[in-house]
């Protein structure tokens, strides 16, 4: 069963940083895509980031790339998202979710693609 444990969100002022973790276990970082989602009061949850885990490569909404980059440790089966220059509008519920194939990054602006989730951490940027 896939599991997945997000850590590391907090209350922030604008300009900071954080570093989000999420500890996945009951499945090899072998051909998975591996996303960052959040989801703000009244809004509807969002693809921050993703990363395949077969290849390596990396995804960012518009509004994050540049200041949040995503990260994996395969021998520790771990994903970090690394957040900077953070915004008010940064504020949400931060997700880790995952689904087999790396190929399923391409479509992490929809969240419906990815089927396994943590359950959140919260993440407030103050003005």
């Known amino acids: 069963e896939v599991q997945l444990v997000e850590s590391g969100g907090g209350l922030v002022q604008a300009g900071g940083s954080l570093r989000l973790s999420c500890a996945a276990s009951?499945?090899?970082?072998?051909?998975?895509?591996i996303g960052w989602f959040r989801q703000a009061p009244g809004k509807e949850r969002e693809g921050v980031s993703c990363?395949?885990?077969?290849?390596?490569?990396?995804y960012y909404a518009d509004s994050v790339r540049g200041r949040f980059t995503i990260s994996t440790d395969n021998a520790n089966n771990a994903v970090y998202l690394q957040m900077n220059s953070l915004k008010p509008e940064d504020t949400a519920v931060y997700y880790c979710?995952?689904?087999?194939?790396?190929?399923?990054?391409?479509?992490?602006?929809?969240?419906?693609?990815?089927?396994?989730w943590g359950q959140g951490t919260q993440v407030t940027v103050s003005s």
């Open positions: 979710a995952a689904e087999r194939g790396g190929v399923r990054c391409f479509y992490f602006s929809d969240y419906l693609q990815f089927g396994s």
């Open positions: 009951g499945f090899t970082f072998d051909d998975y895509a």
């Open positions: 990363i395949s885990s077969s290849d390596g490569h990396t």
